[in-house]
């Protein structure tokens, strides 16, 4: 019974390890290493261009994405979910720490950031998978003021097609 808790224990700490908003900044090789400490599978993936990685955690629910500048630096994490419980208490802690702004962005409205100098920055996107359903994803995204011009031209990219 005591390795089974164990086992469980360290489970839990590792997909919470992935989801702790830390990869701004880092190169390809430091991120692939965190994200290999996790149980679920990962890939490289392009996305509007960009190169970018892709976390699935191991119950499929919760993706991790990371994107990369020219640079092969981190410059945007999103992670997308469909459990609500998860995405509350993350933006909980997020929204009651100085160092985060969060908010919630509708990017056919809403086309201009707010971007603070030397925080990080969360947006929140709920969507719909399917009108008829009831569950959404959440898209939680994360970013640094340092890194403001790669996330301008990543959401042009992506928004004004």
């Known amino acids: ?38 149980a679920g599978n990962g890939d490289f993936i ?32 999103c992670l997308v979910t469909k459990d609500k419980k998860f995405i509350d208490s993350l933006l909980y802690n997020y929204c009651n720490d100085d160092n985060y702004k969060v908010y919630q962005i509708n990017p056919s409205v809403n086309k201009k950031h707010e971007f603070i100098e030397g925080k990080t920055t969360m947006e929140l996107v709920v969507e719909s998978n399917n009108p008829a359903m009831v569950n959404a994803m959440y898209h939680l995204y994360s970013f640094n003021s340092k890194y403001k011009q790669d996330v301008i031209d990543y959401f042009d990219k992506k928004y004004n097609k």
């Open 1 to 38: 019974m005591k390795k089974l808790l164990l086992i469980i224990l360290v489970f839990i700490v590792s997909i919470e390890t992935i989801y702790s908003q830390d990869f701004l900044g880092k190169n390809k090789v430091e991120v692939k290493a965190k994200f290999s400490e996790g």
């Open 46 to 77: 392009k996305s509007f261009g960009y190169e970018g990685y892709m976390y699935v955690s191991p119950n499929l629910r919760d993706m991790v994405i990371v994107i990369f500048n020219n640079k092969g630096i981190c410059f945007l994490e």
